[in-house]
Every structure is written in C-alpha cells, then in structure tokens.
C-alpha cells in the first residue's frame, strides 16, 4: 500500500534560465532518486521555447508611413495658405458675402411753388434665394411650386413664372428678383405669411415652410400726387425703375442720383450681424423745379379736355407761356393718361403731344407774315388792299374761308378778318419778285422759331417741317404765308406771339427753373437764349392789330375778349393732314394771344385736331378755350386789368 506524502507536490518549471547545478554532497542517491539533469539537457517530450521577433523593422515602417502623411499635410497646407491663398480667400469670400445695390432716392419733381408733382414713396424689391427651395433643403420636391401659389396673388403674377424663377437652370444661382418695387403692404402680407408658416413648422413636423427662402430689398418707388396732371411733361418712371419720357427722361442724370452697394456675412440668406460688412452709401438724386403753375395747368387741362370732348375730336393742347420770361405756366394735353398706372393708358397718349406733333398752323401763322411786312416797310396797317373773291395765282384759285363779293380792307382788315387772299397780296409785295419774297419771308420764320427745335431740349420734340424757299412748290410760296405748306409744333405757335407780346425779342421757352442738390443748395437753370426778330415798334404795331381780331365785329375772334381786358389774338382753321393716311382729313383749330394787349404778361396757345361735332372753326371752338385760360391765368398771376382803351384800327376802306 502506497504511503500518501503530505509534502507540496513538485511546481512545473516554467523554461528560462538553468539553475546551478547542486553540490554533489547534497544529491542522495538511492532507490527512487531522479536522475540528474544535465544543463541544457531538456526534459524527454518537452517543447522548444517560443522566441518573439525583433520589432524595430515594423516601427520603422510604420514612422516611415507616418512621416509621408505628415509631409502630405504640410505640402496641402502650404498650398492653401502661401501658393494659393488669394484663390481660396476669395471663393470664402463668395459663399459667405452677398452684395447688394442700395437703390438711391430719386429726386422730387415740383412746380415753381415747390408742390410735388412726382415723388417717391418706401417700396420693397421681393427677392428669393432659389437653393432655399430646392429638394435638399425643403426635403419636399415641390417647393417652388407650393411658394409660388403663394405669392402669385399677392404679387399679381402668373404662378408658372414664379415657379420659373424660383427653380431655375443654375442651380447655383442664389438670387432671383420677383417683383420689383412693391408697396409696404404687400411685403407685409408676404412677411405675415411666412412667419405663419415659421409657427407652424415648429409645432408640426410634417410641416414645410416653402417662403423661409423669400426675401426684400428696400428700395422706393414713383408717385404722381396729382394723378395725370402734367403727365406729358412728366412722363413716367416703370417698374424697373427706368424713366420713360418727359422731364423723368429729359433729366434723369440730375434726378436718378448715384446707387450705393452694401456687402455682408449672411448664412441661410440671413444677415451675420457679428460679422463686419462694407458699405458705399447711395447718393439721392437731385430734386427739379420747373416753372409749372399747378393751378394754372389744371385750369388748361379742364378747359381743353372739356372742349375736346364736346367736339368729339381727336386731341388738343394748350400752352400757357409767361411773355417776359419765356416760361411755361402751363403744358396741357387731352387726351391724358395717368403716370401711375398705364395699364390703361391708350398709346397715341403717351408723349407730349404739344411738342411732338407737327401740323399746318393755318391762319395763326398769318402774324408773322404780317409782321415782315410792316418791318420790311413794305405796307402799314391802314395801307388799302383790295380783296375780290377768287384769286389765281400759279397753278391754283384761291379763295378766302367764305365766299364774300370784294372786300376793300385795310392791311389791319385782313388780319381781322383772316383773309387768305389779302395775305397772299400783301406778302407779295415784299420783293419784286415773287422768289425774291418768298426769301425774305422764309427768313423772318426761321427768325421766329419755325423749322427748329424751340429750345426745350424735350425728348421726343419735333422742330416741324419748313423747306428752303428754293425748294418750295408754285402752291406752297402762296399758301405758306396763310400758313399751308408748313408744319409746326404748338410750342412754336406760342412763341412766336409771346415774341410779338415781348416788343419783338425772342426768349427760349423753358420748362425748368432750376435744381436743388442732396445738400440743399439750389441752382437756377441757365438763363435762356434771346434773339431780336422784329423792332418794338413792329411788335407794339401788330398787337394793336391783334386787337382788331378780338375787339371789333368785323373779327373772327369775337369769342375771346376778355372783360375789363384788352385782348389780342389770332384765330386758326387749317386743313390738317391725317397722320395715318398722309392725305388732308379734317381740320386743325387753333388761336393763339395774350394779354393784357398793352402790357402784355400772358401767351395762350390753344389748338384742337379734328373737331367732328359742331363748329370747326378755330375761333368758334378755341376761342372760348383760350377765354376760359387767359381768365384763369390773369386772376391767379394778379394782374392788374387794362387802364388805356384800344386803339381801334380800322378793318376796311371806303372805295
């Protein structure tokens, strides 16, 4: 039976290194000893020791690699900040900065008091962000689609081009302009919307709001107080901002000012208020004076839309002209349109049609032949002129505006009572030939005004139609004198009696008084151009017998005078040339005058374009147009009534 030891059984040895060997004096051998070891001898079935490798070559490998990263790095890094840093900066630069045009303020355009008659008033640019409306960003395909169901009945624009703009081709492009100056209303019902829409998207997730990506520009827009008073020496301002004829066009430079920009940090089509921004301030525009008399144009325009009306006719216009200055109180047209809204606005209305259109003057034009007869002492108001019914002279008969049995006027006479024939005698005589007249009477019309712009400077004027005497037909050197054959503008009609008004000189007429720059200062226009035409004692000669017209029975201007007021005038009934056809249609109706006859202060200039109800006559029709104004104009300039009586030439002779 084995005996169990109560000693620790034997440890396995873990390999390593050999113990020393022990003494022999210790060994004890007998029966049951192990036998001895010898070093390095291992035990019988045992496995060799496991060595691990060196690892000096994988960390060299692995710094190695290290090593070219970090070179790679440092290149990149050198790229970016030293070789091209301007290229980065500047596209940093893009995606974070937007810039924007800071509209200037346009400036007022008033009458010689200082009323506005255009202003300008707070307006909105509505704008949008279109990468704001795209799948990624709503995370809903049709974004554009439900936005522009939104604001096309507020905008007034069609749905299917909002969509348009708010998805267009570049899908880069991060502005687009969808209506532009817009009243703060409508911007409040956009702005209204869209923060209901911001609410709703907090509470409900499912909830997208399609207008975060819409936006405003404060900009302004034009305003016409007065409605279509003055329109066609305004003109207008579009949508865009752009000036579309008048003073608007004429002097848009002065008015418009200088456009400012402003560049800022935005994210998410926000403003970054921490974050510094540029900015060039706008420049506003320069305000204009013109030498309009609010009241006195609304005077004429009434008076001559009324008559246009009641004659059913085609147009008119009516000038009002102070006679010392050259000044326009009043440039009325009918019909009109209204600069605020030309929606409706019929085309043949837009412009101004005192200065660009050009028709036959008729028997107005009679003044200026008369007056290079008295200047060229070729006759006097009482000289004798026989007058018979018919006279041929070239290729045609001429006849007066009725048929008469022989008239034995004086030179005065055949003013008053327009004779067409007596002019024609009368002018013939200035020379020995009938060439040789028809120079020197070409000469004082061109002296007047006629053939050539007034001065105005007026976008859109015509300076009419008035051939050199060599060039003139057998019919024209005998009708131009009645005023046949020549084409003016009612500009020129009115100077050319507001130059008889003013002793003979001719001053430019002139529709602005002067400037007042962003600092205040105000700078009167430049004085106006002023020719002698005639001598004062011509001139002082012909109102007398421009009176005639007026005063005596025997006038054709009866219909004008003008109580405690003396009156000279001139009335006008031409064939008109239709401008559809180029063929005569119709009639022309005109007078022009001014007041008081002795101290002269007002022109009036009133012409109608075919007249198809009632009276065609210009005196009939125009005279009580002209009445109507110079009343107006007399009382609102305060101008005394006349205190000397009328000279009272005599209109005829005994044979």
Request: aromatic fraction near 6%; glycine fraction near 10%; proline fraction near 7%.
């Amino acid at each position: 039976m084995t005996e169990v030891s109560d000693r620790e059984p034997p440890r396995r040895r873990v390999p390593g290194p050999a113990r020393p060997a022990r003494s022999d004096a210790r060994r004890r051998p007998g029966p049951g000893a192990r036998p001895v070891r010898r070093p390095g001898q291992g035990r019988p079935g045992a496995s060799r020791p496991l060595r691990l490798g060196s690892p000096r070559p994988r960390l060299r490998l692995v710094g190695l690699a290290l090593t070219l990263v970090m070179i790679a790095f440092v290149v990149r890094l050198f790229q970016v900040q030293a070789v091209d840093a301007s290229t980065y900066a500047a596209k940093a630069e893009q995606n974070r900065y937007v810039g924007q045009v800071l509209a200037a303020d346009r400036g007022e355009i008033t009458d010689r008091s200082g009323v506005a008659l255009a202003t300008s008033e707070d307006a909105y640019d509505i704008t949008a962000d279109p990468t704001m409306f795209a799948p990624d960003h709503l995370k809903i395909g049709d974004g554009p689609e439900q936005a522009a169901a939104l604001l096309a009945p507020i905008l007034g624009q069609d749905q299917e081009a909002l969509v348009e703009k708010l998805r267009p081709k570049n899908k880069n492009l991060r502005y687009a302009k969808l209506a532009s100056r817009q009243t703060p209303q409508v911007w409040k019902q956009i702005k209204d919307l869209k923060s209901a829409l911001a609410k709703k998207e907090e509470t409900d997730k499912s909830a997208h709001n399609v207008l975060a990506g819409v936006f405003s520009v404060a900009t302004s827009k034009r305003v016409y107080p007065n409605g279509d008073l003055a329109a066609g020496i305004l003109g207008w301002v579009n949508g865009e901002g752009k000036p579309g004829g008048g003073i608007e066009l004429q002097l848009d430079k002065e008015l418009a000012g200088k456009d400012g920009k402003i560049r800022y940090a935005q994210s998410g089509g926000r403003l970054v208020p921490t974050v510094g921004s540029t900015e060039t301030p706008a420049v506003p525009g320069s305000d204009v004076e013109l030498t309009i008399d609010r009241d006195i144009q609304w005077a004429a325009q009434k008076a001559i839309s009324d008559q246009v009306k009641e004659s059913a006719a085609d147009r008119g216009y009516v000038i009002v002209q102070d006679t010392r200055t050259g000044q326009i109180l009043a440039m009325a047209n009918s019909p009109g349109f209204d600069p605020n809204d030309l929606s409706d606005a019929d085309s043949a209305a837009l412009g101004n049609a005192a200065v660009q259109d050009a028709f036959e003057p008729g028997s107005t034009a009679k003044v200026m032949s008369m007056a290079a007869v008295l200047q060229e002492n070729t006759a006097t108001p009482m000289t004798h002129v026989v007058v018979p019914n018919r006279l041929h002279r070239g290729d045609r008969l001429f006849k007066d505006d009725i048929d008469h049995p022989t008239w034995y006027l004086t030179l005065n006479g055949v003013l008053a009572k327009s004779s067409n024939i007596g002019t024609i005698l009368a002018t013939g005589q200035l020379r020995k030939t009938q060439a040789q007249s028809n120079k020197v009477l070409y000469d004082y019309l061109r002296k007047f005004g006629l053939g050539d712009y007034t001065g105005l400077g007026f976008p859109g004027e015509t300076k009419g139609i008035l051939a050199p005497p060599d060039k003139w037909s057998t019919s024209q050197q005998y009708t131009i004198p009645f005023g046949q054959g020549v084409s003016i503008n009612a500009m020129q009609a009115a100077s050319v009696y507001s130059t008889i008004a003013n002793g003979g000189v001719r001053v430019e007429p002139s529709l602005v008084r002067g400037t007042k720059g962003p600092e205040g200062r105000f700078a009167p226009a430049p004085e106006p151009k002023k020719t002698r035409v005639v001598s004062t004692k011509t001139a002082k000669t012909l109102a007398q017998m421009l009176e005639s017209v007026v005063d005596d029975e025997e006038g054709t201007g009866t219909k004008a005078r003008i109580p405690g007021y003396r009156v000279a005038g001139k009335t006008g009934t031409a064939n008109r040339v239709d401008p559809a056809t180029g063929k005569y249609h119709g009639y022309t109706s005109s007078f022009a005058g001014f007041a008081p006859a002795d101290k002269p202060r007002v022109t009036v200039y009133c012409a109608i374009q075919n007249a198809t109800q009632g009276s065609y006559f210009g005196g009939q029709i125009c005279g009580p147009v002209y009445k109507r104004v110079m009343e107006f104009a007399l009382k609102s300039l305060q101008v005394p009534p006349t205190g000397a009586k009328a000279a009272k030439l005599p209109v005829s002779f005994q044979n």
